[in-house]
Protein backbone atom coordinates (compact mmCIF):
# COMPACT_ATOMS: atom_id res chain seq x y z
CA UNK A 1 0.00 0.00 0.00
CA UNK A 2 1.34 3.33 -0.76
CA UNK A 3 1.77 5.98 2.07
CA UNK A 4 -0.35 8.32 2.62
CA UNK A 5 0.89 11.72 4.72
CA UNK A 6 -1.11 12.88 7.68
CA UNK A 7 -1.87 16.67 5.79
CA UNK A 8 -3.55 14.77 2.79
CA UNK A 9 -5.42 12.20 5.37
CA UNK A 10 -7.05 14.88 7.20
CA UNK A 11 -9.22 16.35 4.07
CA UNK A 12 -11.17 13.29 4.29
CA UNK A 13 -11.04 12.10 1.00
CA UNK A 14 -10.15 8.71 1.33
CA UNK A 15 -13.17 7.52 3.96
CA UNK A 16 -14.06 4.06 4.05
CA UNK A 17 -11.11 3.23 2.77
CA UNK A 18 -8.02 1.69 4.08
CA UNK A 19 -4.79 3.83 4.95
CA UNK A 20 -1.12 3.63 5.32
CA UNK A 21 0.36 5.73 7.07
CA UNK A 22 3.72 6.69 8.55
CA UNK A 23 4.93 9.05 11.25
CA UNK A 24 6.03 9.49 15.21
CA UNK A 25 3.90 8.74 18.15
CA UNK A 26 3.23 12.15 19.86
CA UNK A 27 0.98 10.71 22.55
CA UNK A 28 -0.85 7.68 23.66
CA UNK A 29 -3.78 7.25 25.72
CA UNK A 30 -6.62 4.83 26.74
CA UNK A 31 -8.04 1.84 28.87
CA UNK A 32 -7.66 -2.01 28.44
CA UNK A 33 -10.33 -2.23 25.50
CA UNK A 34 -9.06 0.93 23.12
CA UNK A 35 -5.91 2.92 22.96
CA UNK A 36 -5.58 6.41 20.87
CA UNK A 37 -2.39 6.96 19.15
CA UNK A 38 -1.56 10.42 17.98
CA UNK A 39 0.36 10.21 15.50
CA UNK A 40 2.47 13.20 13.51
CA UNK A 41 4.44 12.51 10.36
CA UNK A 42 5.83 16.27 9.27
CA UNK A 43 3.26 17.18 6.99
CA UNK A 44 0.88 19.40 9.21
CA UNK A 45 0.68 20.31 12.84
CA UNK A 46 -1.98 18.42 13.60
CA UNK A 47 -1.53 14.95 14.43
CA UNK A 48 -4.07 11.79 13.11
CA UNK A 49 -5.71 10.01 15.63
CA UNK A 50 -4.92 5.90 15.58
CA UNK A 51 -7.93 4.01 17.44
CA UNK A 52 -6.46 0.48 18.25
CA UNK A 53 -8.62 -2.24 19.93
CA UNK A 54 -6.35 -3.72 22.52
CA UNK A 55 -7.79 -7.07 22.37
CA UNK A 56 -6.93 -7.51 18.70
CA UNK A 57 -3.94 -6.71 19.22
CA UNK A 58 -0.93 -7.88 21.30
CA UNK A 59 -1.32 -6.14 24.73
CA UNK A 60 2.99 -6.35 24.63
CA UNK A 61 3.43 -5.00 21.13
CA UNK A 62 0.81 -2.06 22.49
CA UNK A 63 3.56 -1.12 25.23
CA UNK A 64 6.13 -0.56 22.60
CA UNK A 65 3.84 2.26 21.10
CA UNK A 66 5.59 5.51 23.36
CA UNK A 67 5.71 8.87 22.67
CA UNK A 68 8.71 9.64 20.49
CA UNK A 69 8.20 6.12 18.85
CA UNK A 70 8.26 5.76 14.92
CA UNK A 71 5.47 3.66 13.81
CA UNK A 72 3.35 2.29 10.33
CA UNK A 73 -0.25 1.96 10.94
CA UNK A 74 -2.65 0.55 8.35
CA UNK A 75 -6.43 0.22 8.95
CA UNK A 76 -9.52 2.12 7.82
CA UNK A 77 -10.15 6.24 7.44
CA UNK A 78 -13.59 6.60 9.44
CA UNK A 79 -15.26 9.70 11.09
CA UNK A 80 -14.50 10.33 14.32
CA UNK A 81 -16.49 10.46 17.22
CA UNK A 82 -13.56 12.22 18.86
CA UNK A 83 -13.75 16.32 19.65
CA UNK A 84 -11.39 18.27 17.54
CA UNK A 85 -10.54 15.97 14.63
CA UNK A 86 -12.71 14.66 11.93
CA UNK A 87 -11.07 12.13 11.21
CA UNK A 88 -9.25 8.69 12.45
CA UNK A 89 -7.98 5.31 11.74
CA UNK A 90 -9.33 2.52 13.07
CA UNK A 91 -6.00 0.60 13.37
CA UNK A 92 -5.75 -3.09 11.46
CA UNK A 93 -1.96 -3.29 11.99
CA UNK A 94 0.66 -1.23 13.89
CA UNK A 95 4.41 -2.06 13.25
CA UNK A 96 6.81 -0.43 15.57
CA UNK A 97 9.72 1.07 13.11
CA UNK A 98 11.82 2.62 16.03
CA UNK A 99 11.82 2.41 19.63
CA UNK A 100 12.02 5.84 21.75
CA UNK A 101 12.51 4.54 25.10
CA UNK A 102 10.43 5.75 28.15
CA UNK A 103 13.16 6.55 30.31
CA UNK A 104 15.14 8.95 28.16
CA UNK A 105 13.39 10.14 25.61
CA UNK A 106 13.72 13.64 26.35
CA UNK A 107 10.38 15.19 24.93
CA UNK A 108 8.24 13.56 26.99
CA UNK A 109 5.92 16.05 28.85
CA UNK A 110 4.28 18.68 27.29
CA UNK A 111 5.65 22.11 27.59
CA UNK A 112 9.51 22.24 27.56
CA UNK A 113 11.01 25.58 27.18
CA UNK A 114 12.69 26.72 24.10
CA UNK A 115 16.18 27.26 26.06
CA UNK A 116 16.20 23.20 26.90
CA UNK A 117 15.08 22.54 23.44
CA UNK A 118 17.91 24.66 21.80
CA UNK A 119 20.32 21.94 23.86
CA UNK A 120 18.61 19.52 22.00
CA UNK A 121 18.75 20.81 18.70
CA UNK A 122 18.33 17.29 17.07
CA UNK A 123 15.15 16.71 18.25
CA UNK A 124 13.49 19.86 18.86
CA UNK A 125 12.01 19.81 15.01
CA UNK A 126 9.53 16.95 16.37
CA UNK A 127 7.42 19.23 18.63
CA UNK A 128 4.64 21.30 17.39
CA UNK A 129 6.85 24.49 17.73
CA UNK A 130 9.63 23.97 15.79
CA UNK A 131 7.60 21.91 13.47
CA UNK A 132 5.62 24.76 12.15
CA UNK A 133 8.83 27.32 12.24
CA UNK A 134 10.16 25.04 9.74
CA UNK A 135 7.68 24.14 7.73
CA UNK A 136 6.91 28.64 7.47
CA UNK A 137 10.67 29.13 6.66
CA UNK A 138 10.22 26.45 3.94
CA UNK A 139 7.25 28.18 2.16
CA UNK A 140 9.05 31.77 2.94
CA UNK A 141 12.22 30.20 1.16
CA UNK A 142 9.72 28.77 -1.33
CA UNK A 143 8.36 32.50 -1.80
CA UNK A 144 11.10 34.54 -2.43
CA UNK A 145 12.30 32.33 -5.41
CA UNK A 146 8.86 32.51 -6.71
CA UNK A 147 8.41 36.08 -6.00
CA UNK A 148 11.63 37.08 -8.23
CA UNK A 149 10.60 34.16 -10.94
CA UNK A 150 7.73 36.01 -11.68
CA UNK A 151 9.54 39.48 -12.11
CA UNK A 152 11.63 38.18 -14.02
CA UNK A 153 14.77 38.66 -11.92
CA UNK A 154 17.50 35.79 -12.00
CA UNK A 155 18.89 34.24 -9.13
CA UNK A 156 22.89 34.70 -8.61
CA UNK A 157 24.53 32.10 -6.82
CA UNK A 158 27.59 33.84 -5.37
CA UNK A 159 30.72 32.74 -3.43
CA UNK A 160 31.20 31.39 -0.26
CA UNK A 161 35.31 31.72 0.18
CA UNK A 162 35.80 35.53 -1.05
CA UNK A 163 38.73 37.54 -0.62
CA UNK A 164 37.10 41.21 -0.38
CA UNK A 165 35.22 42.43 2.83
CA UNK A 166 31.76 43.45 1.22
CA UNK A 167 31.11 45.86 4.15
CA UNK A 168 34.27 46.59 5.18
CA UNK A 169 33.40 46.17 8.68
CA UNK A 170 36.14 43.63 9.03
CA UNK A 171 33.59 40.71 10.39
CA UNK A 172 34.88 37.93 8.86
CA UNK A 173 36.13 34.41 9.51
CA UNK A 174 39.13 34.05 8.23
CA UNK A 175 39.26 30.67 5.56
CA UNK A 176 42.94 29.28 5.72
CA UNK A 177 44.88 26.44 4.38
CA UNK A 178 47.87 27.27 6.48
CA UNK A 179 49.91 24.45 8.68
CA UNK A 180 48.59 26.75 11.65
CA UNK A 181 51.27 25.15 13.60
CA UNK A 182 54.25 25.91 11.47
CA UNK A 183 52.51 28.87 9.52
CA UNK A 184 54.70 30.40 6.84
CA UNK A 185 56.13 34.39 7.93
CA UNK A 186 56.88 37.47 6.48
CA UNK A 187 60.29 38.85 6.27
CA UNK A 188 59.04 40.45 10.27
CA UNK A 189 58.59 37.38 11.45
CA UNK A 190 54.09 37.93 11.40
CA UNK A 191 52.00 35.39 10.07
CA UNK A 192 51.94 35.39 6.33
CA UNK A 193 48.24 35.20 5.84
CA UNK A 194 48.73 36.07 2.41
CA UNK A 195 49.47 32.42 2.10
CA UNK A 196 45.80 31.62 3.77
CA UNK A 197 44.46 29.55 0.42
CA UNK A 198 47.01 29.18 -1.86
CA UNK A 199 48.79 32.57 -2.27
CA UNK A 200 45.71 34.26 -1.16
CA UNK A 201 43.61 36.26 2.35
CA UNK A 202 40.69 34.58 2.31
CA UNK A 203 37.41 34.73 4.38
CA UNK A 204 33.74 33.50 4.53
CA UNK A 205 31.90 35.93 2.57
CA UNK A 206 29.71 38.67 5.11
CA UNK A 207 27.86 39.73 1.74
CA UNK A 208 26.99 38.67 -2.00
CA UNK A 209 26.75 42.26 -2.94
CA UNK A 210 29.65 42.91 -4.45
CA UNK A 211 29.55 40.07 -6.95
CA UNK A 212 25.64 40.64 -7.16
CA UNK A 213 26.42 44.29 -8.40
CA UNK A 214 28.30 42.05 -11.19
CA UNK A 215 25.62 40.29 -12.21
CA UNK A 216 23.59 42.76 -12.00
CA UNK A 217 25.99 45.07 -14.49
CA UNK A 218 25.03 41.77 -17.29
CA UNK A 219 21.39 40.56 -16.48
CA UNK A 220 19.63 43.40 -15.19
CA UNK A 221 17.72 42.48 -12.36
CA UNK A 222 19.11 39.65 -9.95
CA UNK A 223 19.06 38.16 -6.77
CA UNK A 224 21.31 36.28 -4.45
CA UNK A 225 19.93 33.56 -1.77
CA UNK A 226 22.53 32.29 1.05
CA UNK A 227 24.42 31.62 3.85
CA UNK A 228 26.58 35.04 5.31
CA UNK A 229 28.95 34.95 8.25
CA UNK A 230 30.00 37.68 10.97
CA UNK A 231 32.51 37.14 12.89
CA UNK A 232 31.16 39.51 15.74
CA UNK A 233 30.72 38.55 19.65
CA UNK A 234 27.05 39.54 19.79
CA UNK A 235 24.52 37.67 22.15
CA UNK A 236 21.68 39.52 21.67
CA UNK A 237 18.21 37.68 20.01
CA UNK A 238 18.83 39.54 16.64
CA UNK A 239 22.41 38.58 15.95
CA UNK A 240 23.41 34.72 14.47
CA UNK A 241 27.20 34.31 13.41
CA UNK A 242 25.65 32.56 10.68
CA UNK A 243 22.70 33.60 9.07
CA UNK A 244 20.74 33.49 5.40
CA UNK A 245 20.60 36.76 3.73
CA UNK A 246 18.37 37.54 0.29
CA UNK A 247 20.42 40.49 -1.81
CA UNK A 248 18.82 41.68 -4.72
CA UNK A 249 20.19 43.99 -7.14
CA UNK A 250 19.14 45.99 -10.03
CA UNK A 251 20.68 48.31 -12.54
CA UNK A 252 18.49 51.08 -13.38
CA UNK A 253 17.26 51.57 -9.70
CA UNK A 254 17.45 54.52 -8.00
CA UNK A 255 16.64 54.98 -4.24
CA UNK A 256 13.21 55.37 -4.53
CA UNK A 257 12.70 52.31 -6.85
CA UNK A 258 14.61 50.43 -4.39
CA UNK A 259 12.42 51.25 -1.61
CA UNK A 260 9.18 50.53 -3.64
CA UNK A 261 10.82 46.97 -4.23
CA UNK A 262 11.66 46.16 -0.79
CA UNK A 263 7.95 47.33 0.70
CA UNK A 264 6.49 45.48 -1.82
CA UNK A 265 8.98 41.89 -1.59
CA UNK A 266 8.24 42.48 2.33
CA UNK A 267 4.48 42.39 1.50
CA UNK A 268 4.36 39.51 -0.77
CA UNK A 269 6.17 37.24 2.01
CA UNK A 270 4.09 38.36 4.49
CA UNK A 271 1.20 37.92 2.17
CA UNK A 272 2.19 34.71 0.78
CA UNK A 273 2.61 33.10 4.78
CA UNK A 274 -1.03 34.31 5.23
CA UNK A 275 -2.49 32.10 2.65
CA UNK A 276 -0.42 29.23 3.11
CA UNK A 277 0.88 28.92 6.59
CA UNK A 278 -2.58 29.05 8.02
CA UNK A 279 -2.58 26.19 10.76
CA UNK A 280 0.99 26.90 11.98
CA UNK A 281 0.26 30.47 12.57
CA UNK A 282 -2.66 30.06 14.08
CA UNK A 283 -0.56 27.53 16.31
CA UNK A 284 1.91 29.59 17.02
CA UNK A 285 -0.70 32.86 17.53
CA UNK A 286 -2.55 30.87 20.18
CA UNK A 287 0.83 30.00 21.79
CA UNK A 288 3.18 32.46 22.07
CA UNK A 289 1.48 35.52 20.67
CA UNK A 290 -1.94 36.31 20.40
CA UNK A 291 -0.97 39.97 18.64
CA UNK A 292 0.64 37.84 15.66
CA UNK A 293 -1.78 37.16 12.70
CA UNK A 294 -3.05 41.15 13.36
CA UNK A 295 0.48 42.20 13.29
CA UNK A 296 0.64 40.32 9.76
CA UNK A 297 -2.08 41.69 8.14
CA UNK A 298 -1.25 45.08 9.36
CA UNK A 299 2.16 45.05 7.65
CA UNK A 300 0.35 43.96 4.49
CA UNK A 301 -2.85 46.29 4.46
CA UNK A 302 -0.90 49.10 5.35
CA UNK A 303 1.99 51.29 3.71
CA UNK A 304 5.23 51.66 4.94
CA UNK A 305 6.34 54.93 6.76
CA UNK A 306 9.56 56.88 4.77
CA UNK A 307 11.63 59.45 5.92
CA UNK A 308 15.43 60.72 6.19
CA UNK A 309 17.88 59.56 8.56
CA UNK A 310 17.85 63.93 9.94
CA UNK A 311 14.23 63.76 10.51
CA UNK A 312 14.31 60.72 12.71
CA UNK A 313 16.98 61.83 14.70
CA UNK A 314 14.50 64.97 15.62
CA UNK A 315 11.53 62.78 16.37
CA UNK A 316 13.85 60.75 19.12
CA UNK A 317 15.49 63.34 20.48
CA UNK A 318 11.99 65.41 21.52
CA UNK A 319 10.86 61.98 22.32
CA UNK A 320 9.75 61.51 26.13
CA UNK A 321 11.30 58.12 26.31
CA UNK A 322 14.75 57.76 28.22
CA UNK A 323 16.98 55.73 25.76
CA UNK A 324 20.44 54.49 27.09
CA UNK A 325 22.32 55.20 24.32
CA UNK A 326 21.59 59.33 23.74
CA UNK A 327 21.14 59.85 20.02
CA UNK A 328 22.89 62.94 18.02
CA UNK A 329 22.74 63.69 14.48
CA UNK A 330 26.00 61.30 13.19
CA UNK A 331 25.43 58.42 15.80
CA UNK A 332 24.46 55.11 14.84
CA UNK A 333 20.53 53.76 15.57
CA UNK A 334 20.86 51.35 18.33
CA UNK A 335 17.72 48.75 18.14
CA UNK A 336 15.70 50.75 21.01
CA UNK A 337 16.12 54.11 19.01
CA UNK A 338 14.39 52.21 15.81
CA UNK A 339 12.16 50.03 17.79
CA UNK A 340 10.63 53.18 19.16
CA UNK A 341 9.93 54.73 15.75
CA UNK A 342 8.09 51.84 14.76
CA UNK A 343 6.56 51.15 17.80
CA UNK A 344 5.53 53.84 19.55
CA UNK A 345 5.96 56.99 17.29
CA UNK A 346 4.02 55.91 13.99
CA UNK A 347 3.16 52.32 15.24
CA UNK A 348 3.98 51.03 11.54
CA UNK A 349 6.95 49.96 9.14
CA UNK A 350 9.55 52.47 8.52
CA UNK A 351 12.20 53.08 5.89
CA UNK A 352 14.88 55.69 7.02
CA UNK A 353 16.76 56.90 4.36
CA UNK A 354 19.85 59.56 3.73
CA UNK A 355 22.14 58.19 6.39
CA UNK A 356 25.32 59.89 7.26
CA UNK A 357 28.10 58.45 5.02
CA UNK A 358 30.57 57.86 8.03
CA UNK A 359 28.54 55.16 9.44
CA UNK A 360 27.36 53.46 6.57
CA UNK A 361 29.41 51.24 3.96
CA UNK A 362 32.09 52.24 1.20
CA UNK A 363 30.12 51.43 -1.67
CA UNK A 364 26.59 53.83 -1.09
CA UNK A 365 26.12 56.90 -3.37
CA UNK A 366 26.83 60.17 -1.99
CA UNK A 367 24.39 62.66 -1.69
CA UNK A 368 24.74 66.31 -3.12
CA UNK A 369 25.28 67.80 0.82
CA UNK A 370 28.72 66.14 0.94
CA UNK A 371 27.95 64.39 4.06
CA UNK A 372 24.89 61.43 3.44
CA UNK A 373 24.45 58.85 1.66
CA UNK A 374 21.66 57.32 -0.89
CA UNK A 375 21.48 54.48 2.11
CA UNK A 376 17.88 52.48 3.27
CA UNK A 377 17.26 50.63 5.99
CA UNK A 378 13.75 49.30 6.62
CA UNK A 379 12.46 48.78 10.68
CA UNK A 380 10.11 46.23 11.36
CA UNK A 381 8.32 45.96 15.14
CA UNK A 382 9.36 43.66 17.36
CA UNK A 383 12.72 43.40 14.79
CA UNK A 384 14.07 46.80 14.23
CA UNK A 385 16.33 46.38 11.04
CA UNK A 386 15.50 43.99 8.71
CA UNK A 387 16.49 45.06 5.53
CA UNK A 388 19.40 47.45 5.00
CA UNK A 389 20.22 48.48 1.34
CA UNK A 390 21.17 51.77 -1.22
CA UNK A 391 21.75 53.23 -4.13
CA UNK A 392 25.57 52.08 -5.26
CA UNK A 393 28.51 55.08 -5.90
CA UNK A 394 28.00 54.16 -9.63
CA UNK A 395 30.98 57.22 -10.49
CA UNK A 396 34.32 55.58 -10.56
CA UNK A 397 36.31 58.71 -9.35
CA UNK A 398 34.00 58.98 -6.69
CA UNK A 399 34.16 55.48 -5.78
CA UNK A 400 37.76 55.27 -5.67
CA UNK A 401 38.03 58.37 -3.65
CA UNK A 402 36.16 56.88 -1.09
CA UNK A 403 37.90 53.64 -1.09
CA UNK A 404 41.11 55.41 -0.73
CA UNK A 405 39.39 57.49 1.95
CA UNK A 406 38.09 54.87 4.18
CA UNK A 407 41.14 53.05 4.12
CA UNK A 408 40.23 49.72 2.38
CA UNK A 409 42.65 47.99 0.14
CA UNK A 410 41.71 49.21 -3.31
CA UNK A 411 43.53 45.77 -4.44
CA UNK A 412 41.68 44.17 -3.06
CA UNK A 413 38.43 45.67 -5.20
CA UNK A 414 40.15 46.79 -8.48
CA UNK A 415 37.29 43.74 -10.51
CA UNK A 416 34.38 46.00 -8.75
CA UNK A 417 35.92 49.33 -9.96
CA UNK A 418 35.98 47.78 -13.20
CA UNK A 419 31.93 47.71 -13.21
CA UNK A 420 32.37 51.75 -13.16
CA UNK A 421 34.88 51.74 -15.86
CA UNK A 422 32.83 50.30 -18.43
CA UNK A 423 29.56 50.90 -18.45
CA UNK A 424 28.12 52.15 -15.57
CA UNK A 425 25.13 52.09 -14.87
CA UNK A 426 22.72 54.02 -11.61
CA UNK A 427 21.76 50.64 -10.16
CA UNK A 428 20.62 49.86 -6.21
CA UNK A 429 19.77 46.72 -3.98
CA UNK A 430 19.48 45.42 -0.79
CA UNK A 431 20.03 42.83 1.92
CA UNK A 432 17.27 40.51 3.80
CA UNK A 433 18.26 38.81 6.60
CA UNK A 434 16.03 35.32 6.40
CA UNK A 435 15.76 34.54 9.73
CA UNK A 436 14.60 38.07 10.75
CA UNK A 437 12.12 37.69 8.64
CA UNK A 438 11.18 34.64 9.90
CA UNK A 439 10.87 36.01 13.43
CA UNK A 440 8.96 38.45 12.31
CA UNK A 441 6.67 36.14 10.57
CA UNK A 442 6.41 33.56 13.45
CA UNK A 443 6.73 35.93 16.35
CA UNK A 444 9.21 34.06 17.73
CA UNK A 445 11.33 35.87 20.38
CA UNK A 446 15.16 34.49 19.73
CA UNK A 447 16.46 34.24 16.08
CA UNK A 448 18.49 30.96 17.64
CA UNK A 449 15.01 29.51 17.33
CA UNK A 450 14.09 29.96 13.55
CA UNK A 451 16.92 28.44 11.96
CA UNK A 452 17.58 24.31 12.32
CA UNK A 453 21.12 24.77 13.79
CA UNK A 454 22.29 28.12 15.02
CA UNK A 455 25.97 29.17 14.81
CA UNK A 456 26.57 32.00 18.08
CA UNK A 457 28.94 32.49 20.24
CA UNK A 458 29.66 29.23 22.42
CA UNK A 459 27.16 27.72 20.55
CA UNK A 460 26.25 24.22 21.23
CA UNK A 461 27.69 21.06 19.69
CA UNK A 462 25.90 20.50 16.62
O1 LIG B 1 22.72 45.78 6.78
P1 LIG B 1 23.57 44.65 6.29
O2 LIG B 1 24.89 44.44 6.95
O3 LIG B 1 23.73 44.92 4.73
C1 LIG B 1 24.45 44.21 3.85
O4 LIG B 1 25.07 43.19 4.10
C2 LIG B 1 24.35 44.72 2.44
N1 LIG B 1 25.45 44.13 1.64
C3 LIG B 1 23.01 44.35 1.87
C4 LIG B 1 22.81 44.85 0.45
O5 LIG B 1 22.65 46.03 0.26
N2 LIG B 1 22.86 43.96 -0.51
O6 LIG B 1 22.74 43.30 6.39
C5 LIG B 1 21.51 43.17 5.75
C6 LIG B 1 20.51 42.49 6.65
C7 LIG B 1 20.18 43.27 7.91
O7 LIG B 1 19.22 44.26 7.66
C8 LIG B 1 19.67 42.17 8.82
O8 LIG B 1 18.33 41.85 8.51
C9 LIG B 1 20.54 40.99 8.42
O9 LIG B 1 21.02 41.25 7.12
N3 LIG B 1 21.68 40.79 9.34
C10 LIG B 1 21.74 39.81 10.26
N4 LIG B 1 20.88 38.84 10.59
C11 LIG B 1 21.24 37.99 11.57
N5 LIG B 1 22.42 38.05 12.23
C12 LIG B 1 23.31 39.02 11.93
N6 LIG B 1 24.50 39.04 12.58
C13 LIG B 1 23.00 39.96 10.91
N7 LIG B 1 23.63 41.01 10.36
C14 LIG B 1 22.83 41.50 9.40
MG1 LIG C 1 22.60 47.22 8.21
Redesign the pocket.
Known sequence: MKRTKVAELLQGNALGQDVLIKGWVRTKRGNKFVNFIAVNDGSTIHTVQVVADVQQFNEESLKDITTGACVAVTGMLVESQGKGQSVEIQAKTIEVLGLADVETYPLQKKGHSLEFLREIAHLRPRTNTFGAVFRIRHAMSYAVHKYFNDKGFYYVQTPIITGSD??G?GQMFRVTTLDVANPPKTETGAVDFSQDFFGKTTNLT?????E?EVAAMALGEIY?FGP?F?A?N?NTT????E?W?I???MAFYDLNDNMDLAEEFLKYLVMYALNNCKDDLQFLNDMYDKELLTRLNFVVTNSFERLEYTQAVEILKSAKQKFEFPVEWGTDLQSEHERYLVEKHFKKPVILTNYPKHIK?F?MKQNEDGKTVRAM??LFPG?G??????QREENYEKLAARIKEMGIHEEELWWYLELRKFGTAPHA?????????ILFITGMGN?RDVIPFPRFPKSAEF
Open positions: AEAVSGQLGTTRESRHLAFMEPEAYDVIEIIGGSGFGLGFERLI
